[in-house]
């Protein structure tokens, strides 16, 4: 967003937490150090500073400790913290299942899980499983009622921060009827109840980000049931607009990251006596990729102000066209960067080959861009 647009107050917002990533990150040896070479994508400690800053509730009702924020507000924290190389990993989903407790919750819950992210907690999301990928309305986890409580039995796969999170909101099956959508429930089950065991998964991102979460007759209070027993597909579709526009901040700044770094790179390197950035071939496609950070900049952040003039508004296809366009571009202008900087892109010593690692999963995470292009393709009575 141009910095016009924010108000004095946001503008200040953003500068503080540039400055933070300047001072706490700005190098790589700092980076290393915080993230375990690479292997962490968050750092607890560091969490925890920034939760003393108040910038975690910044999106948080007062009511809980936060600073009551707008999804503009989430967005620059979001964004800020991508580009800043903050290793803040679990915010984003942290933010994710903390929508369906603000909307749906029980007093208790909310003072619980929204008070915990105000004081550095982090929390997580449940929802794909082995055979309920993009088709996560097929999913099958079941969770059964028997005197007062819950009996969870079954998998999920792919959870962003589950060994970290303290409790981890996760949708079951509780009723089966020909229609899938119906009978799923949000539980908020905590990490350490007996019956649960989380394992990771490693990948070619950060070797420490997602798990797999594996269920045997695991009891679960039914006061940690978030809204109604068998109305959480409802439910999870009012969080879209939060959870894309969510991801597509994120995106946003890993793509202005990737493009700050290539761009200071063609400013130094020379080849045949001149920078390369003086090479047309080079600064043509700076050129477009700055025009497209900006028109995706703008995309995004008009979203963020329509969920904030009307945030109980659904806003599918405008979401989807901000969660495909950020992390489309951010996987672009990665994969751009490295062919610009040659050998050196590809060269782990450079931050390059992580950007391009780190955005490649943005399209498929989050609902993968063929199902953000069927949405918005539906929305055109396609
Ligand atoms: C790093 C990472 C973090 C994640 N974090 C979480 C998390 O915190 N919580 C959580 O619940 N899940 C999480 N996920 C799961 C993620 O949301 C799923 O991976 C994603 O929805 C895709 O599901 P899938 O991997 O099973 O692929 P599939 O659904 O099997 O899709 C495979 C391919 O087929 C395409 N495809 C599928 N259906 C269609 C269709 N109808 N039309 C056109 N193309 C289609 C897809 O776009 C994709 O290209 C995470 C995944 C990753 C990799």
Redesign the pocket.
């Known amino acids: 967003m141009s910095t016009q647009a924010l108000t004095e107050e946001q503008r200040a917002f953003v500068e503080a937490i540039r400055d933070f990533a300047r001072r706490e990150c700005g190098t790589r040896e700092q980076r290393d150090a915080l993230t375990d070479h690479g292997r962490e994508p968050h750092n607890q400690p560091l969490y925890e500073r920034i939760a003393g800053l108040g910038w975690l509730g910044a999106a948080i009702p007062e009511e809980y400790g936060g600073a009551g924020g707008s999804a503009v507000d989430l967005c620059l924290l979001c964004e800020e913290f991508a580009r800043g190389l903050i290793p803040m990993g679990f915010f984003p989903?942290t933010m994710?299942a903390a929508r369906p407790v603000e909307l749906f919750g029980s007093q208790a819950l909310k003072e619980d899980i929204l008070g915990g992210i105000v004081r550095g907690r982090t929390g997580?999301?449940?929802?794909?499983?082995?055979e309920?990928?993009?088709?996560?309305g097929n999913l099958s986890c079941r969770a059964e009622q028997s005197d007062g409580a819950f009996v969870v039995n079954g998998q999920?796969?792919?959870?962003?921060?589950?060994h970290m999170a303290e409790q981890i909101v996760v949708?079951c099956r509780t009723t089966r009827s020909d229609d899938k959508h119906h009978g799923l429930t949000m539980i908020s089950v905590p990490r350490d109840v007996t019956g649960l065991e989380v394992r990771g998964i490693e990948?070619m991102?950060?070797p420490g980000?997602?798990n797999d979460m594996y269920f045997t007759d695991c009891l679960v209070p039914e006061d940690r049931v978030v809204g109604v027993v068998d109305q959480a597909w409802m439910q999870l579709m009012a969080g879209l607009n939060n959870e894309r526009l969510i991801i597509a901040a994120q995106a946003l700044g890993m793509g202005q990251r990737a493009f700050d770094d290539v761009l200071a790179y063609v400013k130094e390197r020379r080849q045949f006596g001149q920078p390369i950035g003086g090479f047309q071939t080079i600064k043509h496609r700076l050129a477009d990729l700055a025009c497209e950070l900006q028109a995706t900049r703008d995309l995004v952040y008009g979203v963020a102000r329509a969920v904030e003039a009307k945030p109980d508004r659904m806003l599918p296809r405008e979401a989807s066209m901000a969660k495909l366009k950020a992390t489309e571009l951010a996987k672009r202008i990665a994969l751009e960067g490295m062919q610009m900087m040659g050998g050196y892109g590809y060269a782990t010593e450079y931050d390059m080959e992580a950007h391009v690692r780190h955005a490649l999963?943005t399209t498929?995470?989050?609902?993968?861009?063929?199902?953000q292009?069927?949405i918005i393709a539906r929305s055109l009575g396609l």
Do not use: F, L, N, Q
């Open positions: 989903v994710m997580a999301i449940a929802m794909s499983e082995p309920a990928g993009s088709d996560v999920k796969t792919w959870i962003t921060g589950a949708v990948t991102g950060w980000e997602v999963v498929i995470y989050g609902g993968a861009s063929e199902i292009r069927e």
